[in-house]
């Protein structure tokens, strides 16, 4: 993937799998209707499995984005991410330095980068994060010991670092709104498409936001 190729990513509708909240029998029927609903981009977590199984779902779930051409992010695993030629790693402050996955997975791969403060998200950036996935905005069930960004905070951020920002953590069609004016290049949703019991609408509701916010 080229350096303009990335530039193009559309990050607005920003799936985040959790398969202990999904209503379908697998992930990749999640991520095609969501799809299907306007989903514009994947990123895989799989916290609680073994790395074949994470191995084998990814497969599984890249099938799916490659069909759609939409990118397919790999959640932590480095490892995964090259082995199935993933579009891209999305990492935390706890994973390995961003510097490091930078120079592992080359310069051509997407990578994303949690921040939590305007000091890690500045601190991104040098690293060659290509995104920065603020939050979590609110506290949610996903990650109830998840540190709180706050509104101020996604500001100065927003007004300081030169790369997109989606914002993740308590996500949802109620809680979306309230960003309909702030310059945030994606929304990362979890419960708020995988739970619902129609993925397909609940993606459609989360896209209508844009097209608001783009009016």
């Known amino acids: 993937m080229t350096k303009q190729k990335k530039k193009l990513i559309d990050y607005r509708v920003y799936l985040v799998t959790d398969r202990d909240l999904m209503s379908t029998a697998t992930l990749a029927e999640a991520v095609e209707q969501s799809i299907l609903g306007g989903c514009t981009i994947v990123q895989l977590r799989e916290k609680h499995c073994s790395s074949l199984a994470f191995y084998k ?3 599984e779930v890249k099938a799916i984005t490659e069909k759609y051409q939409v990118p397919l992010l790999i959640n932590d695993r480095i490892d995964i991410a090259l082995a199935i030629d993933a579009d891209g790693v999305h990492v935390g402050q706890k994973d390995l330095p961003a510097a490091t ?3 592992i997975i080359g310069p051509d791969k997407i990578l994303g980068v949690s921040a939590a403060t305007l000091e890690e998200a500045v601190q991104a950036e040098k690293d060659g994060a290509d995104y920065l996935g603020v939050g979590a905005m609110f506290a949610n069930q996903t990650k109830p010991d998840a540190r709180i960004t706050s509104m101020k905070t996604l500001k100065e951020i927003l ?3 030169h790369i997109p920002v989606v914002i993740i953590g308590g996500i949802n069609q109620q809680t979306l709104p309230q960003f309909l004016y702030m310059p945030i290049a994606g929304a990362a949703i979890v419960s708020g498409i995988i ?3 129609d ?3 609940a993606t459609k509701e989360i896209k209508d936001f844009w097209l608001q916010k783009n009016k």
Do not use: E, W, Y
């Open 57 to 59: 779902t990814a497969l």
């Open 199 to 201: 993925i397909t609408k």
């Open 159 to 161: 007004d300081t670092v």
């Open 195 to 197: 739970a619902a019991p």
């Open 101 to 103: 996955v930078r120079a």
